[in-house]
């Protein structure tokens, strides 16, 4: 299959509005990452994207919609989702709702829920309005590996596994939405993300928890699997210990490794004369900055070294995706 790759202007728009109708895919820009998406309301063409990904079935999508109205077509809307669709959204949040009968199971994986978002980006509202359909889309990554914020990661990812996809820029955001879980009568955050716990609290006035607080299974079923691991070793630092670092950094290097430590600006300082990469100024620019650093570090490095220790809300969201692309690897 040709991937075709097109600016995302009106006349694009509707091609890949056209390619969704038929049951196809398109991968397409959201203000967090770039998605794959296929019409959300027909299974044979959201198999494709398990496909495309090589996604565990087991699973479950996140719904894209334009408005509240569609919003009301695929989830049941409680008090919470009242509240914070309207006065937090488009963002980049997803709420887990009760599903509705027309929500196909293998979007869902077989789940009595359904994720629903509304996302902050012109091109992804005009692209759901345009096709007149909610979008069921994940990341436009393989399985495992980083999510796209380019369209040119998208295209180094998926070539001629699907036919459009549409470029929109670099995404603002950088990492993926925060999915709150609103079936159970505490509000639930399953993924960090840019909308922050406290952000959520204050909105809705009462408590919420993050996963992991709670025993129990895992609600979010994607939280068990290897994520936005690049094809180098990557090694994480959450102390900044400066002498761990340059040890290590060292160490590498006399094994033969090609090695270069991530860090903020802040701690550039400490490891002066080794390759470095740049996270930014802080936690915000450091999620804009992620994935794109970590696809740049496995073309030209075979180690990673990252430290991160910047404890903020999200802070704790750019943790959490350096916890699972790291697989362990601690130092
Ligand atoms: O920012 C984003 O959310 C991006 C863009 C493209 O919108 N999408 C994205 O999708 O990150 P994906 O498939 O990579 O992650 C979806 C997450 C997974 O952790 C999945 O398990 C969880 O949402 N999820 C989906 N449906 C669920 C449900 N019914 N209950 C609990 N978790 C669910
Ligand atoms: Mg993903």
Redesign the pocket.
Known sequence: MITKLLSADAESLKIAAEILKKGGLVAFPTETVYGLGANALNGSAVEKIFQAKGRPQDNPLIVHVCNREMFETVAHINNFAHVLISRLMPSSLTLVLKKKQIVPDVVTAKLDTVAVRMPNNTHAIELIKCAGLPIAA??A?SSTRP?PTTAAAVLADMEGKIPLILDGGKCEVGI?STVLDLTTDTPTILRQGIVTKSELESVLGVKVLTAGETAGTVKSPGMKYR?YAPNCAVLLNTDGCVETVNGEFLRQKEAGKRVCIMCCDEQMRNHSNKETLSLGVNATQAAERLYGNLLLAERNYDCLIVVWTDKTEIGMSVLNRLSKACGGNLI
């Open positions: 994940p990341s990554n999510s993926e994520h």
